[in-house]
T-cell receptor, first 112, second 110 residues
Framework: SQTIHQWPATLVQPVGSPLSLECTVE??????LYWYRQAAGRGLQLLFY??????ISSEVPQNLSASRPQDRQFILSSKKLLLSDSGFYLC???????????FGSGTRLTVV | GNSVTQMEGPVTLSEEAFLTINCTYT??????LFWYVQYPGEGLQLLLK?????DKGSNKGFEATYRKETTSFHLEKGSVQVSDSAVYFC?????????FGKGTMLLVSP
């Protein structure tokens, strides 16, 4: 079974600063990978997904970008954070046919 | 496109009460269906799933049956515990992504 590692667990960043969140996957190869954001008290918003190295699909145009430099590594970035970027960021991996996602433990980002 | 509709929360129950959280979906074909649970400050965990019509997923006393005729996947538990307090998400699998409902918060008091 897959295991997803996300770090850091919490992050407080000033407005205008850069961001880099990393996600790595164990226990599978060539996975589909996903970044979701969950605003306080709200549902899940799909931000990006990737079906392979260098392949990124953006679901919501905004102040963020994603990259997949290695098969089991998925990075979420921003050059300049906005207050509206605050939220709980979740990385997920698709576990296989007829399966759902395996999620990481998330990163709580607060932009101040 | 695909969509999932869940009942609005919060759902507030006393311990040992019966739980139902409604979930209906709109999709092309017969997608796999899932329930996820999120405890405070944590990521989502898969609670149960069903891959075809009339399948019943079950785990930790929770059950949900894939109803094709009503396009529903309602979550039930016969006797909730305080430790079941969490947010519950219904989801369906599309080609390469999952579509989630907005989540239903469950609060169980002793």
């Amino acid at each position: 079974s897959q295991t997803i590692h996300q770090w850091p667990a919490t992050l407080v960043q000033p407005v205008g600063s850069p961001l880099s969140l990393e996600c790595t996957v164990e226990g599978t190869s060539n996975p589909n990978l996903y970044w979701y954001r969950q605003a306080a008290g709200r549902g899940l918003q799909l931000l990006f997904y990737s079906v392979g190295i260098g392949q990124i699909s953006s679901e919501v145009p905004q102040n963020l970008s994603a990259s997949r430099p290695q098969d089991r590594q998925f990075i979420l970035s921003s050059k300049k954070l906005l207050l509206s970027d605050s939220g709980f960021y979740l990385c997920a991996c698709l576990a296989g046919p007829n399966y759902g996602y395996t999620f990481g433990s998330g990163t709580r980002l607060t932009v101040v | 496109g695909n969509s999932v509709t869940q009942m609005e929360g919060p759902v507030t129950l006393s311990e040992e009460a019966f739980l139902t959280i409604n979930c209906t979906y709109t999709a092309t074909g017969y997608p796999s269906l899932f329930w996820y649970v999120q405890y405070p400050g944590e990521g989502l965990q898969l609670l149960l799933k069903a891959t075809k019509a009339d399948d019943k997923g079950s785990n930790k006393g929770f059950e949900a049956t894939y109803r094709k005729e009503t396009t529903s996947f309602h979550l039930e538990k016969g006797s909730v515990q305080v430790s079941d307090s969490a947010v519950y998400f219904c989801a369906l699998r599309g080609y390469s992504t999952l579509t989630f409902g907005k989540g239903t918060m469950l609060l169980v008091s002793p």
